[in-house]
């Protein structure tokens, strides 16, 4: 299983790193992978995506919290206004624009177009 945040790089530095600062299923189980877009599309030129190195998970069922960050090789800041999968939710929510998927199957949610 993985989830996709889609975002946009600003223009800035094409390299951009991702860490697992914490997670309830531990970070050493937590794989992490920026990938740019082929094409970009509005709001994303890149996503993080986020996955898991082994284990399984029961429907109805969560990993706990995972806490992330991302920056680009020069430390430049993102503009997040506009990017696909960024909400100003203030507790957990769904958010469909954060997409998941089994192998390369769409599970739920909606990428971007």
Do not use: K
């Not at 794989?31 to 998970?57: E, K, M, N, W």
């Not at 100003?88 to 909606?110: F, I, Q, R, S």
């Amino acid at each position: 299983m993985t989830a996709r945040y889609y975002f946009t790089r600003d223009g800035g530095s094409p390299d951009v790193r991702a860490w697992c600062d914490h997670a309830s299923v531990g970070c050493a189980a937590v794989r992490l992978r920026v990938v740019p877009l082929s094409t970009a599309v509005p709001g994303a030129d890149a996503y993080l995506q986020v996955g898991f190195t082994g284990g399984s998970l029961a429907a109805g069922l969560d990993t706990g919290d995972i806490q992330l960050r991302m920056a680009t090789s020069d430390w430049s800041a993102f503009d997040e206004a506009g990017d696909y999968s960024r909400t100003n939710a203030a507790a957990y929510a769904d958010t469909p624009a954060v997409p998941a998927y089994v192998g390369t199957a769409l599970a739920w949610g909606t990428p971007p177009a």
